[in-house]
Nanobody, 120 residues
């Protein structure tokens, strides 16, 4: 299973970006998918998660500005980021809880990050 994150780039403060995380490979089911970020010199932190049923959870710092969604048919999760701030600058990573076979255990997979830079 591979997770491919994309959509990062350079944007001015107040602008928007949409990140995508696409899962590929043979799976039985994909559960909760999350976006995390790591700014230079800081620990990785949760940004948002979405369950297989569509329940969402957000870090307080992004509530009202970011929206996470998923397209189960495409095994893809999106993170719409609006009203971006300089402090949103970080490498953004996605992860997913994946069941490889029916009645099998869940494994946590991480994708490579995509860099988001917000300039003032």
């Amino acid at each position: 299973v591979q997770l491919q994150a994309s959509g990062g780039g350079l944007v001015q403060a107040g602008g928007s970006l949409r990140l995508s995380c696409a899962a590929s490979g043979s799976t039985f089911s994909i559960g909760t998918i999350g976006w995390y970020r790591q700014a230079p010199g800081k620990q990785r932190e949760l940004v948002a998660t979405i369950s297989s049923g569509g329940s969402t959870n957000y870090a307080d710092s992004v509530k009202g500005r970011f929206t996470i969604s998923r397209d189960n048919a495409k095994n893809t999760v999106y993170l719409q980021m609006n009203s971006l701030k300089v402090e949103d600058t970080a490498v953004y990573y996605c992860n997913a809880r994946v069941q490889l076979r029916e009645f099998g255990p869940e494994f946590l997979y991480w994708g490579r990050g995509t860099l988001v830079t917000v300039s003032s």
